[in-house]
């Protein structure tokens, strides 16, 4: 199995490069992030990358697989065209190798106020919820923050700074959408304007790399729901 | 980048320094920030990719949302699952408290499954009893199967709200200590640029998680490789009951992905290959609810007498199917996922093959139920180290003694997370300044971490070490030991412990060094996997997760004490805290289910 991987050390490389790998007897079924560690436990110590639940949970080992993004961990190489193409997230810095800088996405994440506001006294055990306020949460809280979406989106690549990105409004609707958080005026007003969120032009790239499943734009467009009818 | 590495090593100053950001961790960070300390958390990843991230079934608390339950009942069960080596001082704390922590993350957002009448959901899990052992109880507070993830993201949102420090992608290589051992913070290098920084605390708190790494097939994540644990041996303290690792009954076969207990809760049994339902035979009352030690003993043993399925019958299939689609993707949807992508199985249609897989360490860091850490010094079994602190997998409180109950895990790191936080408040109103740490000691460290600056000239790599170490640990210590066996695994482990000092690795950079991560995490599974098999060899009795075919009983006038294993002293033992704090004591029984 070959695979052709984007290399840069910023220690010794003037710009980055691809190097060539080849794996021999790998198994139907493998996941790609097998592939990449036997090829740094055997091959080469320097391949860098991040990882670590190995079955699509903690959202480490997002990168550019054949031109998609996506989790090396839960993408079988059954499926990919070889020589696989291995690079990393588009769109922010690269620290080294498939290691990116991701501080600018999470600092968007940490713009939408990503947590419960409940200003009333709490009670001395749950606040109530009913298995339908709940269900409105289903597809919203289980983001695994890999930014594949994100660094799908042409409007984050242009304005990473300006657009939240599909991540971070996911989150925002995570919040909007929960009965018991009570700073949902707030939460709106903070997400007017021409970029924080209507810089989405629902172009979907993020909907096709969700490794979750998940569906930032149809997210996107309940906000603007909301915020239509608010101003009604 | 390299520049940095020529400047002098930076030194921060905090009133706690955290070490590991799961889910004990950031409950310990967010109760400090709140009471306006200064706490700085320190971990090798972006903290929601701790391993916290992937419990799935949920957190155990008699809220008695779903039938009849109270605290003392889950006590019982948790002093019995322990199979009587657990400490009932802290047994009695933890679930005491536990409402209240479900409570507090339900405050901090954690959307957790609902009831009809807008309470939260709880399921059925394995070894949990109404009325000290009668009927099954529901006592699991659960956010569907992503429960971990649930409370890892909004204890994270938490901290964030609360502006707590954090050192994201730092490693922390080793403890700093004082002449009379007390602990005065740490030193860690940043894994981004290389740099080393030494972070002075009053107070430090381990929290690092497990350490399943040591075993081939494990549900346990990469990361999971028991830095805390081996931190804490390199600074002289002894590890406890490490001979105590529980195998998950359901592991995705040959391949360790988790298939949580919530699906057997759900309804969902155990078949052999003649079709049998097994666990009628093991267990007759719990069934496929029994505590995991004794599930695990019951696959092992059908495939071990033949009845495996598969064309190895190397496995038993966990049958759901009938349970249907919807019960299925309401409750289950995380590991109805995982099944479809790496097994092509959908849990809904067809059953999943599953083997005991490593999953959990229940020994670690001695502590008390205050989360000091505690070591024998003369007569005294437990002494408080002064300034350190443990909480988590990574200690041993002991709350789960020979076999931890599923839902007592989540639990306990909040629990225990919490009570750490609290106690280190007040400590640190009786020790109000830093003390100074010595350059040797810093120096000894920054050794150890410059020696990876250059190429070295040993023929060892870490994977070469660390594949070995799997396997002699997978072959020598797992559901089932002897003598024999565990003779040669000792052997095995001193012997490639010994090869360490020839090791090197081919990455020299300062930026994002991954090789030298690894070589550092090495030598803590080595220390890790030392503790396990030197305590496994030395317990001849049988005891939850302990499983001795030359010793098959328990021995509770030999054997009731903890075990604790040290680099210095070997093998040493104290004895069990059985007196409650204020309830009778559950003296040991015969433990059936």
Redesign the interface.
């Known amino acids: 199995m070959k695979f052709k991987i984007y290399r840069y050390?910023?220690?010794?490389d003037k710009k980055p490069y691809v190097q060539d790998y080849e794996l021999d007897k790998v198994e139907p079924?493998t996941?790609l992030l097998a592939a990449l560690l036997r090829i740094?436990?055997?091959q080469?110590?320097?391949l860098?990358?991040?990882?670590?639940?190995?079955?699509?949970?903690?959202?480490?080992d997002g990168m550019n697989i054949n031109g998609t993004n996506g989790l090396a961990c839960?993408t079988?190489l059954d499926s990919l065209k070889q020589p696989v193409e291995i690079r990393p997230l588009p769109g922010l810095p690269v620290?080294?190798?498939l290691?990116i800088d991701?501080e600018q996405f999470?600092k968007q994440y940490?713009a939408v106020?990503?947590?419960?506001v409940?200003n009333d006294p709490?009670p001395?055990?749950?606040?109530?919820?009913?298995?339908e306020?709940?269900e409105k949460?289903d597809g919203l809280?289980?983001c695994?923050?890999c930014a594949c979406c994100s660094t799908s989106c042409p409007s984050f690549w242009w304005n990473p700074d300006k657009f939240l990105g599909p991540a971070a409004l996911l989150q925002a609707s995570r919040?909007i959408e929960?009965s018991?958080d009570q700073d949902f005026e707030k939460r709106l007003e903070d997400l007017e304007g021409p970029f924080k969120l209507f810089r989405c032009h629902t172009i979907m790239n993020c909907v096709n790399v969700c490794p979750k499943?998940l569906n930032p734009t149809k997210a996107i467009g309940r906000i603007k729901n909301k915020m239509v009818s608010r101003s009604l | 980048m390299s520049e940095s590495n020529r400047q002098p090593i930076e030194r921060r100053q905090f009133d706690t320094l955290i070490i590991g950001a799961g889910g004990g961790g950031l409950r310990a960070s967010l109760q400090l920030a709140e009471a306006d300390l200064s706490v700085a958390v320190v971990s090798k990843v972006f903290p929601t990719r701790s391993h916290t991230v992937a419990a799935q079934g949920g957190m155990n608390a008699a809220l008695a949302n779903v039938g009849p339950d109270n605290w003392h009942w889950h006590m019982f069960d948790t002093v019995k699952g322990s199979d009587y080596l657990g400490d009932q001082d802290a047994i009695e704390y933890m679930c005491r408290t536990a409402p209240k922590a479900v409570y507090e993350l339900e405050h901090f957002g954690v959307p957790f499954s609902r009831l009809d009448n807008g309470k939260i959901y709880q399921r059925a899990f394995g070894g949990q009893s109404q009325n000290f052992g009668g009927d099954q109880a529901a006592r699991t507070c659960a956010a569907a199967d992503r429960t971990g993830h649930a409370i890892l993201h909004s204890l994270y949102q938490q901290n964030i709200r609360a502006k707590t420090h954090f050192f994201d992608e730092y490693f922390a290589v080793d403890l700093l200590q004082g002449d009379e051992g007390q602990v005065l913070g740490a030193l860690v290098f940043n894994i981004n640029d290389g740099s080393i920084i030494v972070i002075e605390a009053r107070t430090t708190l381990i929290a690092t998680g497990g350490a399943g790494q040591i075993f081939k097939t494990t549900t346990n994540a990469l990361i999971n490789t028991g830095d805390g644990m081996g931190m804490a041996m390199r600074a002289g303290i002894p590890l406890q009951d490490m001979e105590f690792y529980q195998f998950h009954p359901t592991g995705i076969a040959g391949r360790g992905m988790l298939i949580t207990e919530g699906a057997r809760g759900e309804g969902g049994y155990l078949v052999n290959a003649d079709g049998e339902r097994m666990m009628e035979r093991y267990a007759p009352k719990a069934k496929d609810l029994a505590s995991r030690d004794v599930v695990s003993r019951a696959i092992a043993i059908e495939v071990r007498e033949g009845r495996g399925c598969g064309p190895k019958k190397d496995h038993v299939m966990l049958k759901l199917d009938h349970l249907g689609e919807e019960v299925i993707q309401k409750r289950l949807p995380g590991i109805r996922q995982t099944c479809i992508t790496f097994l092509g199985i959908d849990p809904a249609e067809a059953p999943i093959p599953v083997f005991p897989t490593a999953h959990y360490t229940m020994g670690g860091i001695p502590t008390n139920r205050h989360g000091q850490v505690v070591v024998p010094v003369k007569d005294t079994p437990e002494e408080p180290v002064a300034g350190l602190y443990a909480a988590g997998e990574c200690a041993c409180v002991s709350v789960h003694g020979g076999n931890r109950l599923g839902g007592n895990s989540l639990l306990d790191i909040l629990v225990f997370g919490r009570a750490a936080a609290n106690h280190i408040i007040e400590y640190l109103k009786e020790n109000k300044y830093h003390q100074q740490i010595d350059d040797a000691a810093i120096n000894k460290v920054v050794d150890k971490v410059r020696r990876y600056d250059k190429p070295g000239t040993g023929k060892e790599t870490v994977a070469g070490l660390r594949d070995e170490l799997k396997q002699v640990m997978e072959e020598h210590c797992s559901v089932f030991r002897n003598k024999e066996i565990l003779n040669q695994g000792v052997d095995k482990i001193e012997r490639l412990a010994e090869r360490m000092k020839d090791l090197s690795i081919d990455d020299q950079s300062y930026t994002f060094n991954t090789a030298k991560v690894e070589a550092f995490e090495l030598e803590n599974l080595m220390a890790v996997a030392l503790a396990t098999i030197h305590s496994a060899n030395a317990r001849e009795e049988s005891r939850g997760a302990h499983s001795r075919t030359d010793f098959t009983e328990r021995d509770d006038i030999a054997w009731m004490r903890h075990s604790l294993y040290s680099f210095e002293n070997g093998l040493d033992y104290k004895p069990v805290r059985t007196k409650p704090i204020s309830v009778e004591s559950f003296p040991p029984k015969p433990r059936v289910y």
């Open positions: 050390n910023p220690e010794t079924g996941m740094k436990d055997e080469d110590q320097t860098s990358f991040r990882r670590s639940c190995g079955e699509g949970v903690c959202g480490s839960v079988s620290i080294r190798d290691i991701m999470y940490r106020k990503p947590y419960l409940v709490m001395e055990v749950e606040l109530l919820q009913t298995p306020q709940r949460l809280y289980e695994v923050l919040f929960d018991r499943g």
